[in-house]
């Protein structure tokens, strides 16, 4: 029996990116195209089939541990960027910022799609997302690059529109203009989500 759900949800990819070090920062250079393999984008800071844990798995491991690395794409949606541009005060937030991987549009909520969620093109390039990504000091440092005295609103502004994370499960290509259809997983809400986030800083 199916436990992946094929939606009517479609997001059209508008833009793709590549961080090749950090460096100097998570600034992620613009490309047209990418060949996605198992570790990802061949050269890609976020690459791998592992990476060392971090500080958002800080409460299951020691920072630094190595653990699989489902982190190999940072996936934003193109309309909670404007929502973040607005809110900041710029026309636009440049996903070189970000240190996006992707740029999509066209599904709303995009940061709430459920984890283990698939994003798949026609050609079956296949992402797998892993789960919210969260704001971070970074992308304002960027921000604050180009932009004086605005880096300091991105973090704020960016809360619960940050996009996700995902893994390859499928390789592939993927370009500019290319649809992916949303699968989500086929179960219910767990009945104490609720109860775990309260007090938190969700």
Partial sequence: MPALLPTDHYARVTWLGFVKTQEDGIRSEPLTSVDVGWDGVPGEFHGGRTRPSCVRVKDQHEEGTEIANVRQFSVLSAEELADISKEVGLDEMNPEWMGASIVVEGIDDFTHIPPSSRLQSDEGTTLVIDMENRPCIWPG????????????LFKPAARHRRGVTAWVERPGPLSIGDTLRLHVPDQRPWMHHADCLTGKAY
Avoid: N, S
């Fill in 141 to 152: 440092k960027e921000l604050e690059k180009d932009h004086e005295g605005y880096g300091k």
